[in-house]
């Protein structure tokens, strides 16, 4: 055993009197918290209409909630579903329990800041552009709880800063991992800053900025998708295609889709102040 590695929590959930407390969720809720606060004084510095991203927020985090566990169910639909399956399938509704699927949320999540940009008559891209920093901090906050959760780790590794997972996890005595879930928190750390920083010396604008994002998430969860082995709901190891997991390919789709964007909004023009066209 190395001599030095990151314990994995012993447990992910408390109880208050006989209310759960759970760590996961805990973890989401100052995610989403810290994302609006961050959007909201972004919102504010570029002249936008105070309380507006607080709005938008919350058809946002509805829909992004659910589209998020859509996602994940689609992805990891023999843990509910089929002869190998370890839950029944109602319990696909129980979001608490762990298993959001990103990009489902961002999708649906989507919509409902496209239908409350519309209510209020507000730019989708420059509120797109805004929240995208947000996102990102939010992400790196959110991924916490997977370490609760002893989710989302990779393969065995001997390096100092590996990951304890128990065997009820799926990890093996005196066996350590790689922390995935601690590599994309970092990543989406970093992510955060350099979109502020491009934000500001590129100017980008009309979604432009969400579309760096995007490239630069994409980037950074294909390579750590890649070194991730842990199995889904405990039923088996993720489906692959082709060699590369699910999540791979929708990087890859993404990922080309972000660049397209950028190279056709190349030439767009800097926006005005931020108000409401009604």
Known sequence: MPLASIPSPSQGVWYLGFVP???????????IGFGIWLSER??????GERGAIGDIAMPAVIFGLIGGRLYHV???????????????????????EGGLGIWGAV?????GVWLACRRRGLPLGAVADTIAPGIAFGQAIARWGNWFNQELYGSPTTLPW?????????????????????YESLWDV??????ILAGRRLKLTHGRLFALYVAGYTTGRFWIEGLRIDPVGGVDHAVTLLGLRINQWTSIVLFAGALVFLWANRHKENEP??????
């Open 42 to 47: 972004r919102w504010r510095a570029r002249g």
């Open 190 to 195: 970093a992510l955060g800053f350099a979109l």
């Open 162 to 182: 590996g990951l304890e997972i128990d065997q009820a996890h799926g990890g093996q005595p005196g066996m350590l991992y790689h922390p995935t879930f601690l």
């Open 107 to 111: 999708a649906l999540g989507g919509v």
């Open 74 to 96: 689609a992805v990891d639909w023999q843990t509910y579903f089929g002869p190998r399956a370890i839950k029944e399938p109602y319990q696909a509704l129980f979001v608490w």
């Open 273 to 278: 102040a931020m108000e409401p066209s009604r």
């Open 21 to 31: 407390i759970r760590a996961y969720a805990l973890c989401f809720i100052v995610a």
